[in-house]
């Protein structure tokens, strides 16, 4: 028995949403590093909130309400709005923050208004699940326990938010692993990268780009609270305990680990633990754990006042 659950129902039940949210919060992680140090944090936040308009418009072009087309409309927005962010940047010569601002928040007003507008506002189009996520109704329903997890044709049938999220953490890893140099030095010092040939503006595009994809992947399965905290917190704590950027990585992994393991803990059984019946929302439960960790780290990492402790 796991928490009142057979071995069976854990696999079934349990197991798929912890993957999950495990493989969302290490591709949100991952990214999120370089968007840190090139002081673009809040760029995931941005993607985020753009998906909404990007829905809208797949359901007014498609007539349904299904996965792929919300994905598809997800993503264009999300990089329309990158690459509004750059134009506005650039432009009107803002600090980064600022022309996030601006079109996130735009762009957001504009999905809310045409979700009211049009006849998308007759249809069951649930921002409540776009904003906290819907971690608890990823279920392996042919799951029959621990040994489904060797039987191929088991796992095939497997959520596909769980391949969605497997497959954009695996796109992370391979362009982090591909263009770590470009990233690196863009990150730190984009004149110095001009100079030796590294393409900052390439790299900032292509970071941007990835952030889309994984922000977008991981929307409908984990929601826009883990996916914003997951971008900002594991990083930020990671930045607190190291000033060499693939210890940073590391460790911004672990606390990804850390905060949707114990976050779905806490939310699925915590409760009881403490005497009440029931659960509460694991992306917010997760999304919790980040903040604590980031707080923790402030406390005690040993870069908080930008000096090493011997």
Same mark, same amino acid.
């Given at each position: ?80 709005? /990158? !690459?509004?962010?750059? $134009?506005?940047? +650039? @432009? ?5 923050? =600022? &022309?996030?601002? #601006? ?89 110095? /990268? !001009?100079?030796?040939? $590294?393409?900052? +503006? @390439? ?5 941007? =780009? &990835?952030?889309? #994809? ?97």
């Amino acid at each position: 028995m796991i928490g009142g659950m057979s071995h069976a129902e854990f696999v079934a039940l349990g197991l798929p949403p912890l993957v999950a949210a495990l493989l969302g919060a290490l591709a949100c992680a991952l990214p999120g590093n370089f968007l840190l140090l090139r002081r673009q944090a809040l760029i995931g936040d941005a993607i985020s909130h753009v998906a909404l308009p990007g829905i809208v418009l797949a359901f007014l072009l498609t007539g349904t309400i299904s996965t792929w087309p919300m994905m598809l409309g997800a993503g264009v927005a999300a990089l329309a709005a /990158a !690459a509004m962010i750059e $134009a506005v940047r +650039r @432009l009107g010569r803002l600090e980064p923050g =600022a &022309a996030m601002g #601006v079109v996130f928040t735009t762009l957001f007003a504009v999905g809310v208004v045409a979700l009211e507008l049009s006849s998308a506002s007759s249809v069951h189009i649930d921002v409540e699940h776009a904003l906290y996520g819907n971690l608890e109704s990823v279920v392996w329903f042919e799951a029959e326990g621990w040994g489904s997890l060797l039987d191929p044709e088991a796992l095939a049938a497997a959520p596909a938010q769980i391949w969605r999220m497997a497959g954009a953490l695996a796109l992370m890893a391979l362009c982090a692993r591909l263009f770590w140099k470009e990233l690196a030095l863009s990150a730190f010092d984009a004149g110095f /990268a !001009a100079s030796v040939g $590294a393409r900052p +503006r @390439l790299a900032g595009a292509a970071l941007t =780009a &990835a952030t889309a #994809v994984a922000a977008v992947a991981a929307f409908e399965a984990v929601g826009s609270v883990i996916v914003i905290a997951m971008f900002i917190c594991p990083p930020a704590a990671a930045r607190l305990m190291t000033d060499r950027l693939d210890a940073q990585v590391a460790w911004s992994l672990v606390f990804a680990v850390a905060s949707a393991f114990f976050g779905w803990l806490l939310a699925g059984w915590g409760p009881g633990w403490l005497g009440y019946q029931g659960s509460v929302s694991a992306a917010g439960m997760i999304a919790t754990v980040a903040g604590l960790i980031m707080f923790a780290a402030c406390a005690v990492g040993p870069k908080r006042r930008g000096v090493a402790h011997p």
